[in-house]
């Protein structure tokens, strides 16, 4: 049934439909099949899931189930949600999603409340590596006083972002480049970043959903995971104003170690984790001064 399913003369009903996807896409080894079929089926229909729930029996005509079949056909080969549908939710707000950069996910929401909390009114801010614009986006929602800059190297992704930033009807001054490269003598008062963090010899044992169908670039961290990091951390003190902060997204079980990277300049004060939700330190940053 790889390709022939919800053909022939059976009639196929919205629960019918949902219990068979269900079952076909954990054989899959999609998680949460139940949830994401409903998620699948609303689009295609055009429904909300409790649209879904009173409308149980109600049969799908054949270009609905044309449309959900070839949805389902691409969930099963392991292509992510969040690219089929085109959309994520972050920080309350709905983003376009491409394969051009990484899907926003909600552990860095934990940055973005952090910057949130630490940034002086009028704040001049940089995002390295801007991605899908989320966070940038994010923050300028938050802080209209604020002033959004945004460097990234890829023209796709750079793309998508100033979409997003249109989209929520925000503005962002986005550079093409890589880290500092458009700045030169430019100071801010806050820095943040999502780096790459992933060791390079740990992108084969991802998920499908993410070492297939995401961008390597922005996953890729070097053979320890901490590239970006040691990177960024030296040449961000050229770039950050007296009481300025730095604030880095980072991996499960790196926050130490980038803490050594921010504390070997001897240039940070107040250097600090946070915890995400799930109880994993997944920020961490520090307050320049100048020594």
């Known amino acids: ?38 998620w699948l089926l609303s689009a295609a229909l055009g429904l909300d899931r409790v649209g879904l729930y009173v409308n149980f029996e109600r049969p799908l005509n054949d270009s609905e189930l044309a449309a959900y079949r070839t949805m389902v056909s691409r969930r099963a080969r ?7 549908l085109g959309s994520q939710e972050f920080m309350g707000l709905e983003f376009e999603v491409t394969p051009a950069a990484l899907i ?14 630490r940034c002086p009114g009028g704040a001049k801010i940089l995002d390295i590596g801007v991605g899908s614009g989320c966070i940038a986006v994010a923050l300028a929602k938050n802080l209209p006083q604020a002033s959004l800059f945004a460097v990234e190297h890829s023209p796709a992704a750079l793309e998508l ?15 093409a480049g890589s880290l500092f490269e458009p700045f030169n003598d430019v100071r801010f008062d806050m820095i943040v970043s999502n780096p790459p963090y992933i060791p390079s010899g740990d ?3 991802l998920q499908p959903e993410v070492q297939d169908y995401e961008p390597r670039e922005a996953l890729d961290g070097g053979r320890d995971g901490l590239d970006f990091y040691r990177a960024i951390v030296p040449a961000a003190t050229g770039h950050l104003n ?18 050594e990277i921010i504390s070997v300049t001897g240039c940070f004060r107040e250097i600090f984790t946070t915890k995400d939700p799930a109880g994993i330190d997944r920020v961490v940053g520090g307050r320049f001064c100048q020594v």
């Open 161 to 175: 972002a100033t979409r997003n930033a249109a989209r929520h009807g925000v503005s962002l001054n986005l550079s």
């Open 1 to 38: 049934m790889e390709f022939g399913f919800f053909m022939g003369n059976e009639v196929w009903t919205i629960l019918k439909i949902l219990t068979w996807t269900r079952d076909y896409l954990a054989g899959k080894g999609v998680e949460n099949a139940r949830l994401e079929a409903e």
């Open 78 to 84: 392991r292509e992510p949600l969040q690219h089929i």
């Open 242 to 259: 007296p009481d300025g902060w730095l604030l880095f997204e980072v991996g499960i079980g790196q926050a130490e170690r980038v803490i």
């Open 203 to 205: 992108i084969a044992s």
């Open 104 to 117: 926003p996910r909600h552990d860095t929401e934990t940055l973005v409340e952090e910057a949130i909390k």
